[in-house]
Each structure stands twice: as structure tokens, then as C-alpha cells.
């Protein structure tokens, strides 16, 4: 009995957290859930260059394998990554503990991140989103800072040049 009432319990749960995401991607026009190819993600971390303590941010985290990709190069940089659907978020969080990550995961919607101390800004997300994210962009990141998207070009943002994995473009922007 017990155990029908909790898994009635989780059921309703995973239900409710689908519905949100489907409201979310339909609606208000969110990035679903797909990761970016090991090879996107080894090219952008071989190009870039970070120096001590600079802020790096993953804008729709999933995974967070861009962040443990440069966690493993750049030990001493600091390390944020942005989730606000619950599911990646929450297999995320367990595996960086796991590992023994520093990658601070957050779980919260992207928009309402303070981007003004961000020296590099990585990422994958959905076309609806790009007008937005580059206006937030213009208004909170200094001069200087790094944006690489992967897919999808953000408007209005100083371009600087763009990457082709597997016939796919990598764009990169400084501000
Ligand atoms: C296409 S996946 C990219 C995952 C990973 N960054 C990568 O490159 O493999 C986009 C992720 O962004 C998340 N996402 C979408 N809209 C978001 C928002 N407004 N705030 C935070 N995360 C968001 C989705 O839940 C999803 O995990």
C-alpha cells in the first residue's frame, strides 16, 4: 500500500515537472534538452583562453559539459552553471558532487542571472531566446566579455568570428 502511495507520489511528481517543461519550451519559448556534441564542446574550450579567477557561465547548463570540460583545464576559474529545469538540474548537481566539482549550479532561469561580472558566457540554446538574451547581454556584461553560442547567432552583439563542427557553427562575439 505504502509503496503504491509513493510511487503514485513520484509519478505525479515527474508529471508535473514534464507539464512545467512543456509549458516552458512551448510557451515562453525555452531551449529543450539536448546537449552539444563532445567534439563542439572540446573545439570551444581549445580556442578559448581564460586567465586566474575569471567568471565563466553556461546559460542552460543540462549537463554542465562545457563548465567540467574547462574545470579540467582551468582548475582555478570560477565556474557557473545556469539550469532551470529541475530533471538536468538535479542529475547535474549529484554527478558534480560526485566528482567533487567547484562548478556552482544554479537552478534558476537564465534572464534573471546577473551577468555584469562574466568574463567568458558559453551557450546552447534556442533561437526565440536570442533577441533577449543579447539585449540582457548589452546591459550587464562589461566590455571585453567572450560569448560563444553554439547553433544559433545572437543579434547585435560585436561578432569575432565563428567555428564549423560537423557542418555546424560555432559563433563567437566580444564585447
Ligand atoms: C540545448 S540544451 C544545452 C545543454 C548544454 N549547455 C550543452 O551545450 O550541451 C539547453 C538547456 O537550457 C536549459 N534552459 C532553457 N531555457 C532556460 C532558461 N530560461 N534558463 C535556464 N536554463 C534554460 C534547458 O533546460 C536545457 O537544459
Known amino acids: 500500500m505504502i509503496f503504491l502511495m509513493i510511487l503514485e507520489l513520484v509519478l505525479l511528481v515527474i508529471v508535473v515537472l514534464a507539464a512545467i517543461n512543456f509549458f516552458n519550451i512551448v510557451f515562453r519559448g525555452f531551449a ?21 579567477d575569471q567568471e565563466v557561465y553556461e546559460l542552460g547548463a543540462g549537463t554542465a559539459k562545457f563548465l567540467r570540460g574547462l574545470e579540467a583545464k582551468y582548475p582555478q576559474a570560477k565556474l557557473i552553471g545556469v539550469e532551470y529545469s529541475w530533471f538536468p538540474y538535479l542529475l547535474t548537481k549529484i554527478r558534480l558532487t560526485k566528482a567533487k566539482s567547484k562548478i556552482d ?3 534558476e532561469d537564465l534572464f534573471k542571472t546577473n551577468l555584469s561580472r562574466a568574463a567568458l558566457i558559453y551557450c546552447y540554446l534556442a533561437p526565440d531566446m536570442m ?5 540582457k547581454i548589452q546591459k550587464e556584461c562589461r566590455p571585453g566579455t567572450i560569448v560563444v553560442s553554439y547553433l544559433f547567432s545572437i543579434p547585435n552583439l560585436p561578432w569575432h568570428k565563428t567555428l564549423e563542427v560537423g557542418g555546424n557553427k560555432i559563433y563567437f562575439y566580444q564585447l
Open 32 to 52: 529543450p534538452f539536448f546537449s552539444a556534441k563532445p567534439e563542439v564542446i572540446a573545439t570551444i574550450i581549445n580556442d578559448i583562453k581564460l586567465t586566474k
Open 131 to 135: 533577441v533577449r538574451l543579447s539585449e
Open 105 to 107: 549550479l544554479r537552478r
